[in-house]
């Protein structure tokens, strides 16, 4: 089975813990990801605006550990196509490449939502089948936040890096009152 190729726009590389998930996700193969030179220097300039704490060096670094630890995930030479697409700006979930007849899914974040300023996003991910996932990113004002964090620092984390808990969708629904995962 072909591992999805997926594009990741600057919004889900710029907070660092989506980020951090995402890059886990590519080492297991569960997609492999692309980007544009042009993409990282969009997250790498919007993290210098909000983070002064941070220097572009430090940024250039992990720019470089993410482009020499992702197989080819550099895209280049896909300018030509651009003028050819014709989406609006806030319409672009799924891009078909002209050059190889593939669909690359285009992972963004929320329309319209900035990443907070206190308060770490929470990913839920509902596995639908092999490598296949459905997501919500869960920000610090949503409703099922504060009770997502409890569970989340109450139980036990599994794995190395991000704190990550396994459960199923009978406890999700009674930790979240109608969460569209829990189906």
């Given at each position: ?25 590519c ?98 991910l ?11 990113l ?22 190395k ?23």
């Open positions: 089975m072909n591992t999805p190729i997926v594009i990741l726009d600057a919004c889900v590389l710029f907070p660092a813990p989506l980020r951090d998930f995402l890059m886990h996700l080492v297991l193969d569960v997609f492999q990801a692309r980007w544009t030179n042009e993409i990282h220097a969009e997250w790498i300039r919007n993290v210098l605006k909000i983070r002064p704490d941070l220097t572009e060096r430090q940024l250039k670094r992990t720019r470089d550990l993410m482009n020499r630890h992702v197989r080819d995930c550099l895209v280049g030479d896909y300018q030509f196509l651009i003028d050819k697409l014709s989406l609006p700006d806030e319409v672009r979930p799924v891009i078909y490449s002209e050059v190889n007849k593939n669909f690359k899914i285009e992972v963004s974040s929320r329309l319209g939502s900035n990443y907070p300023d206190e308060g770490k996003p929470i990913i839920v509902k596995e639908v089948g092999v490598r296949n996932f459905l997501y919500m869960i920000l610090p004002d949503d409703e099922p936040f504060s009770d997502l964090r409890e569970f989340l620092e109450n139980n036990p984390s599994v794995g890096g991000l704190n990550r808990v396994i459960t199923d969708s009978e406890t999700l629904a009674g930790i979240w009152n109608n969460c569209p995962l829990a189906v």
